[in-house]
């Protein structure tokens, strides 16, 4: 399954649009989900937030987008001790 | 009724904003800026949350407006006027000064009270950034900006934000300044039941730790955490906190934390002294002569 951030209605998101996007993910039986930052300015709370909120339901995180719009958001896994369980996916070609 | 609390002539930092904890807290609030010449982003949200916090207490709050017309222009241009007078806090409501002032690239001061009003700001913070030619900076000013405003929501204040840039033409710090105040209970109250009984100073430094929050989720904590690694990526940033009678001053990764006076308000002041594009040079400061 992969959550797409700018469908979420703002190109800037908050805790608050961490707890409405797990509020309305549908089910999924997958292990991994990814999640596509791109057009996205994530708050660190935001992405704390959704990471545990994903992280109870899935065994991984795969980070998409833009290598400078990923640099924030692995850096908050890393601080959490996330960092073996979300994860930034493989530059496209590389 | 107390006697009208007197600031400094010129608010530009901070520190600066010490002659507000003269506030009895109770009766009238009066605050006389009659010979102010001078007011930066910390100055314009904490004059507001200080008299959104006395008309919550059921207090009557009013505001003696500068004589400067530079600064009234300023109050005009950044939305400050329009926000005492809609509230009734302007004591001269008649004194609004001619639109000659310029300053580029604002985001108008905001009153928020929920977390879309938080994100409507970062559009418009983006919209200001990215026609002062400062993209680069959208993800750590708005990581500073919703980080400080969500903690004020998550306790249940209302908050004022505001964000400008300044040239420096004549005076002021060339780059961009941001300011946040709520009047929530501040760092001290929410974290002592989980630092214990540590002076206020040392627990606004303490709230940079990661994970150092007084909630029980587990993903609480590491907002301010990363507000200081943005505040240490951009050479030059500063990040000054005021609560409950500490202040906290982030210069990169060094921290100084001192007493200060007990303000009935958190306030926090950030400043990207990153150099503006040569067309910016010229243009209205706040306030500029």
């Known amino acids: ?94 | 009724m107390s006697g009208p609390l007197l600031p400094p002539t010129e608010l530009r930092t901070v520190a600066d904003l010490a002659f507000l904890s003269a506030d009895r807290r109770a009766g009238d609030l009066t605050i006389d800026l009659h010979d102010v010449r001078w007011v930066a982003p910390a100055g314009v949200v904490a004059l507001l949350a200080q008299c959104l916090g006395a008309q919550r207490a059921g207090r009557r709050a009013a505001v003696r407006l500068p004589r400067d017309p530079a600064v009234l222009a300023y109050f005009d241009r950044i939305g400050m006027y329009d926000e005492l007078v809609v509230n009734g806090w302007s004591v001269a409501p008649g004194a609004r000064a001619p639109a000659a002032y310029r300053i580029h690239h604002h985001v108008p001061v905001m009153r928020i009270t929920d977390f879309a009003e938080l994100e409507e700001m970062g559009i418009r913070l983006e919209g200001a950034l990215r026609a002062a030619g400062l993209a680069s900076l959208i993800e750590p000013i708005f990581t500073v900006a919703s980080e400080l405003s969500g903690n004020a929501r998550d306790h249940g204040s209302d908050c004022y934000a505001v964000l400008q840039t300044h040239t420096g033409r004549t005076s002021g710090t060339p780059g961009v300044h941001l300011a946040v105040a709520d009047f929530g209970p501040g760092f001290a109250a929410n974290l002592r039941p989980v630092l214990g009984d540590l002076p206020p100073e040392e627990c606004i430094a303490r709230a940079f730790e990661e994970g150092i929050t007084s909630h029980a989720e587990p993903y609480r904590g590491y907002g301010l955490h990363h507000v200081a690694l943005a505040i240490g990526a951009i050479p030059g940033a500063t990040l000054d906190i005021a609560s409950g009678g500490g202040l906290v001053r982030l210069v990169g990764s060094r921290l100084d934390a001192r007493h200060f006076a007990d303000l009935p308000f958190t306030v926090a002041s950030a400043s990207f002294p990153v150099p503006l594009p040569v067309s910016e040079v010229g243009h209205g400061a706040a306030p500029e002569r």
């Open chain 1, 1 to 94: 399954m992969e959550l797409r951030l700018k469908d979420s209605g703002r190109t800037f998101a908050t805790r608050w649009r961490a707890r409405q996007i797990l509020e309305e993910l549908p089910e999924d039986d997958a292990p991994e989900i990814s999640v596509a930052l791109d057009e996205t300015v994530a708050s660190p709370s935001f992405l704390a937030e959704l990471y545990v909120g994903l992280l109870e339901r899935y065994e991984r995180v795969i980070l998409l987008g833009l290598p400078d719009q990923q640099a924030l958001a692995v850096r908050v896994a890393a601080s959490m001790g996330l960092g073996d369980r979300v994860v930034a996916a493989a530059p496209a070609g590389g």
